[in-house]
């Protein structure tokens, strides 16, 4: 019975089978069965830090391959909207007597709650205001815009929003001292709590994005992605449901930045550079593009990967500093993209398949033209 | 353009925002008390930087025509010619100063157009049948395997190329009415000037130049009629690698070449190509002294470390205004793929 539903509903049975994982990561940190702690399972490669910060990009990528996967659109300063979360949050909890709102109110539970609400309402507005006009253009206009708008977030955050002085926004030193989140009296805060809090997100996040691919929208997003003119002579209004896709990114890029500020105590305009940005890209590519379900896993490759190769190359290459692994990322991003433009986790599904001798759907759009 | 055109707002508002734009910069160099030599100043400094756009840009359209890809990897060729030449400069190689800087400039040029066929023929071949999207985070990542690369071979320091007249770290400067202007400057325009004239003559004169615009203009029919579009593309690359060497290289003395030097300069080329409309040659020209002008113009009058802000701004002003680009009069914007 449990068998029969859960194979007829395997999104479902996926997200249930992620919680109840995440469940028992999380109580192995908290209760240490056996003196064991979570570290030590994985040899002190993937801490609950990784952990955390797994779910925090894996809400971003969410929301990205949405837009690239399945709206087909590529945007290249995401982390522009992942910024704008951060540092709203960091702004409005952190340097709240520059905004002159008072004490009572700032120091509240609820006002950290609020400001991350603002940061979504703001990220979603500018996403709506860009790219209604863009979207409406053929072509990859919206890489362009993003590209751009990303770059201008960051010496917006760089250089104190243009303000004279660094005041604001702290310039390369950025802001600290932002406050943990809590509700009522409940601190959300040792990071065995706070990785609870961003995985129910995430996974919320999850589950909204596969409800999205699997309506009404999803489709005419699938459709555009194979055929703009086909899917306009069909009804499907383009630009709408871009835009839509859009502004989903957006908003789910805003939160997760918010819930960075909130998890690091401090944001820095370093992780929403252009290159943040193409992390995020190579992210998407590695779990593959048009699926949701690839959002979580290219996130976790990329950010274990990369924890083995800060400790792998310095052994290798003598002096060589963090900088250096964006060769890696260059290839990899290469090889995926020329070999396996679906991403490796619908690539290798695609090819358990085939040895099954069923043949293999690629997502649309990725597939190769004869 | 006819008067219903000039009826409607969307016509009004680029010309109107470029006023104000203007206007603005005024204001602020006012409250500065800037003269019309500070001006002067700016203007030529801001075409110097923007001759260097204009050589990228020209990169960009040139591959854009043919393969219909926007190569993000056109930035890294300007640093790999930057730091091919320097590198050959700065080697033990038994010659004079100045017949190194000849074999450096060449080698230079030579270096990067190999690599540049190279990167065609390693990414951008195998997928050739992928979609467009595929294909620009190809270059991408080809953009940042280069970069990375040239991280381990050169290390993070800056560079030096000593400036062509004086072949020496200080260049000769010229004073015309309280106006500084460098030699190099000179050295930047004339060999734009002189890059431009060849091309002209290769794109109108030559066979090969011929093929290659019909690629541009109709892939198919170029096929029909007996050219490879597949040579054609490697040709493509080889000569926005060889534009980007050119321009990394006569820029390489007013700056410190470093291997990451090609992300903002690339990017900058990209936005002058957008601006020109990504298809015209001229354009591209056009919009990479404007945007050299305006930018440096811009950083004048306000924050020197937001001078890099204004060419996304205006990118972005382009895009949702004149998507064709400022030169053409019709609505309809290309199309990328």
Known sequence: MLRRALARYPNTAACLGMALGLLILGWIEIVQPGGFDFSDITGGLVTLDTM????????????????????????????????????????????????????????????????????????????????????????????????????????????????????????????????????????????????????TVALICLTLALNIVNSRTGRALRAIHGSERASQAAGVDIAHHKVQALVVSAVFASLAGSLYA???????????????????????????????????????????????????????????SGEHEIVFYGVLLVVIMVFMPEGILVWTSAQLKELRGRRAVLPPGLERSP | MSFTALRSPRAWLGPLSVLALIAVVFFLGERMNFGPQQYMQLILDGLRGGTIYALIAMGFVTVFNVTGIINFAQGAFVMLGAMLAVSIYDSSLPLMPA????????????????????????????????????????????????????????????????????????????????????????????????????????????????????????????????????????????????????????????????????????????????????????????GGLLLGILENLAAGVTRSGMKDIYSFIVLILVLLYRPQGILRAGRKPVEAG
Request: contains cysteine; positive net charge.
């Open chain 1, 52 to 199: 955390v910060r797994i779910g925090i990009l894996s809400i971003v990528l969410v929301g990205l391959n949405l837009l690239m996967g399945y709206a087909g659109q590529i945007s290249l300063g995401q982390a522009a909207f992942y910024g704008m979360g951060a540092y709203a949050s960091a702004i409005l909890t952190a340097r709240y007597s520059l905004l002159g709102i008072p004490v009572a109110i700032a120091q509240s539970w609820w006002w950290p709650w609020l400001a991350i609400l603002f940061g979504m309402i703001a990220a979603g507005g500018l996403a709506y205001l860009i790219g209604r006009p863009i979207l409406n253009l053929r072509g990859h206009y919206l890489a362009m815009a993003t590209l751009g708008l990303g770059i201008m977030f960051y010496i917006l955050f760089r250089e104190n929003l243009g303000v004279p002085g660094d005041h604001i926004t702290g310039a390369f030193d950025g802001i600290t001292a932002v406050p943990r989140l809590r509700i009522g009296g409940f601190d959300l805060w040792p990071i065995s709590r706070y990785y609870f809090v961003v995985w």
């Open chain 1, 262 to 320: 909130h998890f690091q105590a401090a944001v820095s305009p370093k992780p929403f550079d252009f290159a943040g940005s193409l992390e995020l890209v190579v992210m998407s590519a590695v779990g593959g593009m048009a699926s949701i379900w690839g959002a979580p896993f290219g996130v976790g490759v990329i950010l274990i990967l990369k924890e083995v190769l800060r400790s792998g190359l310095r052994q290798v290459l003598r002096g060589a």
């Open chain 2, 99 to 286: 017949a190194k800087l000849v074999v450096a400039v060449i080698g230079g040029i030579a270096g990067t157009t190999l690599i540049g066929m190279l990167l065609e023929r390693l990414t951008i071949y195998p997928a050739r049948h992928s979609s467009p999207l595929t294909l620009i985070i190809i270059t991408v990542g080809a953009y940042i395997s280069m970069q990375g690369l040239a991280l381990i071979a050169w290390g993070a320091k800056p560079y030096v190329l000593p400036a062509f007249t004086t072949l020496d770290i200080a260049d000769k400067t010229f004073r015309i009415g309280g106006v500084v202007l460098k030699a190099q400057s000179l050295w930047i325009w004339g060999t734009t000037a002189l890059v431009l004239v060849g091309l002209a003559y290769f794109f109108e004169r030559t066979l090969t130049g011929k093929a290659l615009r019909a690629c541009a203009i109709n892939k198919r029919g170029a096929r029909l009629m007996g050219i490879s579009v597949n040579r054609m593309s490697l040709l493509a690359f080889a000569l926005a690698a060889a534009l980007g060497a050119i321009g990394g290289i006569v820029v390489a003395p007013t700056t410190r070449p470093t291997y990451d030097m090609g992300l903002v300069l690339g990017l900058k080329g990209f936005v002058a190509a957008i601006i020109g409309g990504l298809v015209s040659s001229p354009g591209a020209v056009i």
